[in-house]
């Protein structure tokens, strides 16, 4: 079945990369997602990832994909006081057209 | 390019009303999709319109409908509303054939 699961919370202090986990259960996923909430917005799309790739790299994003173990992570470099947010990790399939299924959403806290 | 909006940003309406919200996408973009999002389900879908036509839908009740018009903006009806549909609503639009979405920054609806 469809599932995806992040863990809830991450502190880190400002200056350190932070690195935000999911794991998927559906091996039929086409596209993978991370997508940035703030208080009282919506979604931002941050970065995506197509299945046949184990990586992709966007300034200070780096999106890590492993299919083996249905697991990716979203590693954010010198993380700033600014990405404090919820973080949703999100998934595609092929006959979903554009239909997204997220996890519950990682709070990163980020102190100075 | 303007992003996705919805109107109207905030709406409290009492239980057995109706309501309509509207989502207007990126202009040249053909897909629409709407997500509810609560504390205790997360993001959860429940429609999507590709040129007028419904796409997908998710699981939800007959009271939660959706339309297109020929000019890709989207409205989405929830009738005889209860306490649990207190929620927000986001609208996504896509260009329909890639498998970017873009959310707007929601519709906040409180029934009382």
């Known amino acids: 079945g469809e599932d995806v699961e992040q863990s809830l919370f991450l502190s880190v202090r400002e200056g350190d990369s932070s690195v935000i986990n999911c794991t998927y259960t559906?091996?039929?996923?086409?596209?993978l997602y991370w997508y940035k909430q703030e208080p009282g917005a919506g979604l931002q799309l941050l970065t995506y990832i197509f299945s046949n790739m184990d990586m992709k790299q966007d300034q200070r994003l780096t999106v890590l994909l492993n299919k083996k173990d249905k697991h990716l992570s979203l590693r954010i470099a010198d993380t700033q006081t600014g990405d404090s947010a919820i973080y949703f990790c999100?998934?595609?399939?092929?006959?979903?057209?554009?239909?997204?299924?997220f996890g519950k959403g990682t709070m990163l806290l980020v102190s100075p | 390019k303007a992003g996705v909006t919805q109107t109207p940003r905030y709406l409290i309406k009492t239980r057995g009303q109706q309501v309509t919200l509207s989502c207007s996408p990126i202009?040249?973009?053909?897909?629409v999709s709407w997500y509810q999002q609560t504390p205790g389900q997360g993001l959860q879908f429940l429609f999507e319109y590709f040129s007028e036509t419904q796409r997908n839908k998710g699981n939800f009740p007959g009271r939660f409908s959706g339309r297109q018009f020929s000019n890709s903006r989207s409205e989405m009806n929830v009738s005889t509303l209860e306490l649990g549909d207190s929620a927000l609503y986001l609208c996504?639009?896509?260009?329909?054939?890639?498998?970017?979405?873009?959310f707007g920054p929601g519709t906040r609806l409180t029934v009382t």
């Open positions: 559906d091996s039929s996923s086409t596209y």
């Open positions: 202009s040249g973009h053909r897909s």
């Open positions: 999100a998934e595609t399939f092929p006959s979903g057209y554009s239909t997204l299924t």
């Open positions: 996504a639009s896509s260009p329909g054939t890639l498998y970017e979405q873009y």
